[in-house]
T-cell receptor
């Protein structure tokens, strides 16, 4: 079946603009995660959705970052008033309930000029 | 406070030899550990995992060893192949927060022909 997909694959924006990044998880996966990887860095946890539970937002770096997951499936990560330090690859992953293994999408490379 | 640490940013080995990637953790609540492999411009893919009730798990050329008392795990690849060249991430999770993993910063493995 299809894996995790993300769109767009690349996004170039100007400082101060808002951006929306989309993630389509694997069908049936109840958990969805957002991470970001800055150049030369590891995976930084941003937010975690599990079923109908309240999301774990503990990794969001500022209130400019928010995420939604509609209908328990597709998720959108929104960054408002983008800054140059937001430039990174944003990765989405999903997993089945009760399983630790995560399946990652290819990522969205965000460049803020 | 980084709970999962991969102290070697890079490792270079000759084809056919053993590659050993190391990972240390500080949170004694972690009870499940995973290794992911990442090629450039792709998302990480799950490689192998181990539960804290075991000290070794083997899958083909890949073996993960866990030393709970030392809070240390390692990934052995033998024999190493050029196609193994990638970034390897160690991750850890605990059942009180099932599914959510904490990642290390990764080790870049280069296998030379």
């Amino acid at each position: 079946g299809a894996g995790v997909s993300q769109s767009p694959s690349n996004k170039v924006t100007e400082k101060g603009k808002d951006v929306e990044l989309r993630c389509d998880p694997i069908s049936g996966h109840t958990a969805l995660y957002w991470y970001r990887q800055s150049l030369g860095q590891g995976l930084e946890f941003l937010i975690y959705f599990q079923g109908n539970s309240a999301p774990d937002k503990s990794g969001l770096p500022s209130d400019r970052f928010s995420a939604e997951r509609t209908g328990g499936s597709v998720s959108t990560l929104t960054i408002q008033r983008t800054q140059q330090e937001d430039s990174a690859v944003y990765l989405c992953a999903s997993s089945r309930q009760g399983y630790n293994e995560q399946f990652f999408g290819p990522g969205t490379r965000l460049t803020v000029l | 406070d980084q709970q999962v640490k991969q102290n070697s940013p890079s490792l270079s080995v000759q084809e056919g030899r053993i590659s050993i990637l190391n990972c240390d953790y500080t949170n004694s609540m972690f009870d499940y550990f995973l290794w992911y492999k990442k090629y450039p411009a792709e998302g990480p893919t799950f490689l192998i995992s181990i539960s804290s009730i075991k000290d070794k798990n083997e899958d083909g050329r890949f073996t993960v060893f866990l030393n709970k008392s030392a809070k240390h795990l390692s990934l052995h690849i033998v024999p190493s192949q050029p196609g193994d060249s990638a970034v390897y991430f160690c991750a850890a999770s605990d059942n009180t927060n099932a599914g959510k993993s904490t990642f290390g910063d990764g080790t870049t493995l280069t296998v030379k022909p």
